[in-house]
C-alpha cells in the first residue's frame, strides 16, 4: 500500500509537470510545494510547542502551599493526635474546595522527627483527611502518633501538584504544570546538612530537580533533601530488592519480572534501609543506565567528598548499595560497578571494613581505594585530565588540492606525570557538501580503497594522509583532496572541518579524557571560518550528564571528548544509515534523538527467546529521558536551535532498514532503508524510536508517510 502511494505520487507530480498546469494550484497552500515543506501545517514554531510542555514544568507555579503550624494532643494511652495546618493560595487568590483536596493530583503531608547527635531521621507519619477552613486554610490529621513533635526535633513537610502535563513519564515520575512544596522546622533538625548536592541531581534531570517530578530536595525553612527523609527515613524497610538481583543473578531477576514472587530467603538475603543513599546509589548503579561511571563520587558530592570517604562509611552496606554482590561471570553493564567477588580477596562477612581499611592499617583506607573521581577523566588531585591536555588547530592552507595543516597541544599542569610526549594524535577531517552543515564526504568513510578517506594517526602514513613533521606538542600533515578535485571546482564541497583527536595513557596504560577540537576550513578563500557552521548543541550540557561525553563502542577514539558537534558530524553524516539503530541515520541528529529516547542498539543481535536478553530490552526501552520527558529540547540544544530543520543548511538522509529478528514474532515487519529529507531525519530519531520502542506498526507507518 505505501509502494502504490509513492508511485501515484512519483505520477501525479509527472503529469502535472508535463502537461504544464501548475496554475491548478493557484491560491492552494500546497503552491509552490518543496519537500518536507512542514510549515504547511506546523506553522510558526512547532517544536517551542514540545518546550512549552517542559516550560510549565519549570516555570513559576499558580499554586502556593505554607504550613502554618502542627499541634499534638495526648490521647491519654501514651500517644498524641496531632493537626497540621496549611494554606494553599492559586493566583494570588485562596484556593477553596469544600470537599477537601479531591481536585488537586497530588496532596501529601507527612512529619518525620530528627535525631541531630545521630544524623537520623525516623517516626516518619502521613497526615490524611483533610478538612477545609475557609479561605484556602486546611487542616489534616494523624492519630496514634508515638511522638509530640512540637516538643521534639523534626520537621513537617507537604507538597501538592495540579495540572498533570503530557510527557512520557508514568509509574511513579508524574510532571505537573503547578507544583508546591512547604516545610516547618522544629528543633535542630535545620542543621541537619547532607553528603549530596542538590546541583549534583540537577545536571542530570534538569532544574529545578524534583523527585518523582513534584517533590522538591529544596524547601524552604528546612535543610536541602530534609523533604525526601520524611519518606527515605533511616529506619525505613527498603521495597527495591529486586534492584540488587538483577545485577546478581539476571535469570531470577528474569522470573520475577514475569511474574515470579520473591521468596522471604530472597527478601532476607536483600533487605535494605530505604534510606536516601542506598535507594539513589541503588537506583543509578543497578536500575538505570547511568551515563558515567559510579565511581565518580564528585558528580553529587563536589566538596564534600571528605563526609563520604570516611573510615566510619567504609562498610558493607555502602559497598552493597553500588556493587552487586557475586553478578553474572561476564560482568555487569558499562558504568555500572563490578561484583565484590570479583575484587575483595576475603570473606564479606566481616562487618565495618574500616577495622582494617583505614589510615595507617593494613590495607588501603577507603579514600585510597575511591578518590571519588573516575581515574580516566581526572588525575589523582581530581583535576579534569581536559585541563591539564588541550590541542588546538592552529593552521590551514590549500596548494592545489593539498591541505597542509598545523596543530599543537600544550600541558597546563607541570607536576602531572604524564609527559606531554606521550600524546598521540588523530587527524580527520570531513567535506561539507552544497553550504549545508552536513558532510558530503566523510572522513571515516572508505569510499575509494581499504583505507579511511580522511583520517589517520599521526606517523602512520596513508595514501591520502601525510605525516610533514612531529615533535613534542607540534604536529604538521597534509591531507591530498584531489580524489574530491571536481566536487571542490564546482563548488558542490566549499569547506572542511578538521579534527584532531588526541591520544594519551596515564602510567597504568589507560586511555584518559582529552577533548577533540576542530575548525571549519573555507576552500574558496583559503582560510579559516569559524562562524561558519553555527552550534546546534552546547556540549557542556551533554557533560552535565556524561561528564566528559566519550562516544561508547568507538574502539579507535577511546578517550576522545568530542569539543564540539562539529567533530561528530565528521563520522556521523546523512550519507549512511544507522548501522546499530534500525530505522534511523547515522546523522548525529537521528542517532542522538534516537538514543536518548531509548532504541536499543543492534536488536537483531537479541536473543528474545532467552528470558534475561529480553529482559535486558524491556528494561532498557522503558527509561526515559531523565529530564523526565525528552521534550526539554533545551537540555541538549542552544536557544533557537531545535526548530524543524532549515532545508537550504541541511543535506537528505539515508535511513537503515529494520533488524531481521528470527526469535520475536513483533509487529513491525520488514521496513527498507528510506532516503528521507532532514526534519524526518531529526523528528524521526524520537519519534520512530518510540513507535519501535512500542512496536507499534501503525504508528510507525503514519509517521513515515507523513514525513
Not at 4 to 23: D, N, P
Request: glycine fraction near 8%; aromatic fraction near 8%; charged fraction near 20%.
Amino acid at each position: 500500500m505505501q509502494k502504490r502511494t509513492r508511485l501515484m505520487a512519483v505520477v501525479f507530480v509527472v503529469v502535472t509537470l508535463l502537461m504544464g498546469i501548475s496554475s491548478l494550484f493557484a491560491q492552494s497552500p500546497c503552491d509552490n510545494l518543496q519537500p518536507e515543506s512542514c510549515v504547511i501545517c506546523h506553522s510558526g514554531t512547532p517544536m517551542e510547542k514540545h518546550q512549552a510542555i517542559y516550560d510549565n514544568y519549570t516555570d513559576a507555579s499558580s499554586l502556593k502551599l505554607t504550613i502554618e503550624s502542627v499541634t499534638s494532643v495526648s490521647d491519654g494511652a501514651g500517644a498524641f493526635n496531632a493537626t497540621m495546618t496549611f494554606t494553599i493560595m492559586k493566583d494570588g487568590q485562596p484556593y477553596f474546595d469544600v470537599d477537601g483536596l479531591p481536585s488537586l493530583d497530588q496532596k501529601r503531608f507527612y512529619t518525620v522527627t530528627y535525631d541531630s547527635a545521630t544524623r537520623t531521621f525516623d517516626n516518619s507519619t502521613s497526615f490524611s483527611n483533610p478538612v477545609s477552613l475557609g479561605n484556602g486554610q486546611y487542616t489534616v490529621t494523624a492519630a496514634g502518633m508515638t511522638y509530640d513533635l512540637k516538643n521534639s526535633n523534626g520537621q513537617a513537610y507537604g507538597y501538592i501538584a495540579d495540572g498533570l502535563l503530557d510527557t512520557e513519564s508514568g509509574g511513579h515520575v508524574r510532571m505537573y504544570d503547578d507544583v508546591s512544596n512547604a516545610g516547618l522546622a522544629f528543633g535542630d533538625v535545620t542543621t541537619y546538612e547532607s553528603a549530596a548536592n542538590v546541583s549534583g541531581c540537577e545536571k542530570c534531570h534538569g532544574k529545578p530537580y524534583m523527585k518523582h517530578g513534584y517533590r522538591n530536595p529544596v524547601v524552604a525553612g528546612l535543610s536541602d533533601f530534609s523533604s525526601c527523609k520524611s519518606c527515605h527515613y533511616d529506619t525505613r524497610t527498603g521495597g527495591h530488592e529486586d534492584w540488587q538481583i538483577l545485577v546478581n543473578d539476571p535469570a531470577r531477576y528474569a522470573e520475577i519480572y514475569a511474574g515470579s514472587p520473591k521468596t522471604d530467603d530472597e527478601k532476607a538475603q536483600y533487605a535494605y534501609k530505604a534510606r536516601i543513599m542506598n535507594d539513589v546509589h541503588m537506583a543509578h548503579a543497578m536500575e538505570f543506565p547511568y551515563p558515567q561511571s559510579m565511581s565518580n563520587c564528585a558528580t553529587c558530592h563536589e566538596g564534600k567528598l571528605d563526609m563520604i570517604l570516611t573510615d566510619a562509611n567504609y562498610k558493607l552496606e555502602t559497598c552493597k548499595s553500588c556493587h552487586p554482590v557475586t553478578g553474572p561471570e561476564e560482568g555487569t553493564l558499562p558504568n555500572r560497578a563490578p561484583a565484590l567477588a570479583t575484587i575483595v580477596p576475603h570473606s564479606l562477612d566481616i562487618g565495618l571494613c574500616s577495622g582494617c581499611h583505614t589510615e595507617g592499617g593494613i590495607a588501603p583506607a577507603f579514600n585510597e581505594i575511591h578518590t571519588g573521581y573516575y581515574s580516566e577523566i581526572y588525575d589523582a588531585t581530581g583535576t579534569p585530565y581536559t585541563d591539564i591536555f588541550q590541542a588546538s588547530v592552529d593552521n590551514a592552507s590549500l596548494d592545489g588540492t593539498t591541505l597542509t595543516i598545523e596543530f599543537s597541544a600544550t600541558k597546563a599542569v607541570a607536576d602531572n606525570p604524564i609527559p606531554l610526549a606521550d600524546m598521540t594524535p588523530h587527524v580527520v577531517l570531513g567535506l561539507y557538501g552544497y553550504d549545508t552543515r552536513n558532510m558530503i564526504v566523510s572522513g571515516h568513510n572508505r569510499d575509494i580503497d581499504d583505507e579511511s578517506n580522511l583520517e589517520f594517526n599521526v606517523g602512520s602514513d596513508t595514501a591520502r594522509m601525510k605525516t610533514i613533521s612531529s615533535s613534542t606538542g607540534a604536529w604538521v600533515v597534509t591531507a591530498d583532496l584531489s580524489y574530491w578535485a571536481d566536487l571542490i571546482t564546482s563548488g558542490v564541497v566549499k569547506r572542511a572541518e578538521i579534527a584532531v583527536l588526541p591520544s594519551i595513557k596515564d602510567a597504568a596504560g589507560t586511555t584518559v579524557a582529552v577533548k577533540a577540537p576542530s575548525r571549519t576550513f573555507d576552500l574558496t578563500t583559503n582560510a579559516f571560518d569559524d562562524t561558519a557552521i553555527p552550534d546546534v548543541v552546547d556540549f557542556a550540557n551533554c557533560n552535565k550528564c556524561h561528564d566528559a561525553l566519550m562516544p561508547p563502542n568507538h574502539a579507535a577514539y577511546v578517550g576522545t571528548v568530542a569539543g564540539n558537534i562539529n567533530v561528530c558530524r565528521i563520522c556521523h553524516t546523512p550519507l549512511n544509515g544507522a548501522s546499530h539503530l534500525e530505522m534511523q541515520s547515522r546523522s548525529i541528529d537521528s542517532y542522538v534523538h534516537a538514543i536518548h529516547s531509548f532504541q536499543a542498539f543492534d536488536i537483531g543481535d537479541v536473543n528474545f527467546a532467552d528470558p534475561v536478553q529480553a529482559l535486558y530490552y524491556d528494561l532498557h526501552i522503558e527509561h526515559v529521558f531523565p529530564n523526565f520527558t525528552i521534550k526539554n529540547c533545551r537540555a541538549c540544544h542552544v536557544e533557537g536551535a531545535f526548530e524543524v530543520p532549515d532545508q537550504s543548511r541541511s543535506m537528505p538522509g539515508l535511513l537503515s532498514g529494520s533488524d531481521s529478528i528470527e526469535t520475536w514474532d513483533r509487529n513491525i515487519g520488514h521496513v527498507p532503508g528510506y532516503v528521507t529529507g532532514p526534519a524526518s531525519r531529526a523528528c524521526g530519531g524520537c519519534h520512530r524510536a518510540h513507535a519501535i520502542n512500542e512496536d507499534n506498526a501503525n504508528e510507525l507507518i503514519s509517521f513515515n508517510q507523513h514525513t
